[in-house]
Nanobody, 118 residues
């Protein structure tokens, strides 16, 4: 059974930084991509950043220039470094990955709360 376990959320003041981590565990052969989405109260879930196996990255418009996604392939872990945080960044952040388990399955973590105070 595949699991994605996130860590690193919390409360930070505007202008501060946080680093989120997400580790994939279980039985699988490969990971196609890993990424982060977020969902604020009353809003739809939106893409924050994604990184594919070759290292290519893509970012949501709202975080471009402020966030950096990276991946440790050896440990099946993805990181999201968030800088210059704003109150609008307050949301639950979800790790997402496409993982080969005999078929390509899409998996979600349980979510980690990020709260940015003004």
């Amino acid at each position: 059974q595949v699991q994605l376990v996130e860590s690193g959320g919390g409360l930070v003041q505007a202008g501060g930084s946080l680093r989120l981590s997400c580790a994939a565990s279980g039985s699988f052969s490969s990971i196609s991509y890993m990424g982060w989405y977020r969902q604020a109260p009353g809003k739809q879930r939106e893409l924050v950043a994604v990184i594919i196996g070759g290292g290519s990255t893509s970012y949501g418009d709202s975080v471009k220039g402020r966030c950096t996604i990276s991946r440790d392939n050896a440990n099946n872990t993805v990181y999201l470094q968030m800088n210059s945080l704003k109150p609008d960044d307050t949301a639950v952040y979800y790790c997402n990955a496409e993982i080969e388990v005999g078929y390509r399955g899409r998996y979600w973590g349980q979510g980690t709360q990020v709260t940015v105070s003004s």
